[in-house]
Structure formats: structure tokens, C-alpha cells
């Protein structure tokens, strides 16, 4: 049996974290990569790999090229690479990508919309 998909979580790696004590509500862009640790409420709209943490709750809008799930997501995705869903994620709302990943023991409740690549 493979090996399941492990999450980068060498955090000096990721340019951007939100920890976890963090709560935050607005509009977040960004152009390279994006840990959210703690919650976050609102729109998110980045030309980079967003990952959301095991820890995290992420209600929000979202655009990126990559977004990884490792937390939970109340709302839509739109990916223009790649959704990564990995075990114990939890990711209510649409996602709109031209490839997915939903590993097993995700929880994922909305439509998928496989598109081409931009």
C-alpha cells in the first residue's frame, strides 16, 4: 500500500504563517505561499500555494494556483492548478480545478468542477 501524501510542514519553507492564535477577517492576497494556522473569515485571492493547517477554520472565498487542506474550509475553492484534500480535512463548498487530491479520511460536501488548465 503507498505511502499517503504528507503536507509540507517544514514551516521555514512557507514565506508567510498565521499562527494559531490568530483570528482574522478581510480580504488576504499574496503571491508566494500562505499557512493559516488559526481562523480566518473572509476572501482570500493569491498567485501562490495557500495551505490551510490541521488547527485551522478557514470560512472564505478562495482563488490561488494551489490550495492545500489539511484543516477546515467552510466555502468555495477555485484553484487554477491544483486541491490538495489530505486525512482528517474537513471542506464544505464547491472546488473549481483542473486537478484534485482527496485523500481518504477527508470529508469533502459540495460539487467539483474539473476544468483545463489556465
Known sequence: MAEPKELVEDENKIDTVIADDINFRGTLKFKNSLKIKG??????????????????????????DVTSVSGTINGKIR?????????????????VTPDIYIESGSIFNGTCIMEKPE
Open 39 to 64: 481562523t480566518f473569515e473572509g476572501k482570500i485571492q493569491a498567485d501562490g500555494h495557500l495551505i490551510i493547517g490541521r488547527e485551522a477554520t478557514v470560512s472564505a472565498d478562495i482563488r490561488t
Open 79 to 95: 484553484a487554477s492548478k491544483k486541491v490538495e484534500l489530505f486525512d482528517k480535512s474537513s471542506t464544505a463548498g464547491d472546488i
